[in-house]
């Protein structure tokens, strides 16, 4: 069984910010909690195809995506599987429905969260 709770899409100027939050659950079918190894984040613009935007994994080793590097930072709490994407110096260009993964035996998405950067 697989849960996510993502949170902090919304609408925002251009060179504002805004901060995802993504909770995530992995479970057997005997309710045994798997570890996550990778926590990640991607993004999908309209007309546009999926994009990494960052990842973290358990020991903290963090990759960002060169469009978003210096301006947004990836962070996770592993005790609690949370993973937090600070966005800074927003614009149009990051629009997009952002989706937390998780990677257990295999990945796992969540449902999304719609950001816009819009005037």
């Known amino acids: ?70 301006r947004f930072t990836n962070s996770r709490d592993s005790a609690k599987e949370m993973t937090y994407l600070q966005m800074d110096e927003l614009s149009n260009e990051d629009t997009a429905v952002y989706y937390c993964g998780a990677l257990g035996s295999h990945w796992h998405w969540g449902q999304g969260t719609q950001v816009t950067v819009s005037s």
Not at 8 to 34: D, F, K, N
Not at 37 to 46: E, F, K, L, S, T
């Open 1 to 70: 069984q697989v849960q996510f709770v993502e949170s902090g899409g919304g609408l925002v100027q251009p060179g504002g910010s805004l901060r995802l939050s993504c909770a995530a659950s992995i479970s057997t079918s005997h309710a045994s909690i798997i570890s996550i190894n990778i926590m990640a984040w991607y993004r999908q613009g309209p007309g546009k195809p999926r994009e990494r935007v960052a990842s973290i994994s358990k020991t903290g080793g963090i990759n960002v995506g060169d469009s978003v590097k210096g």
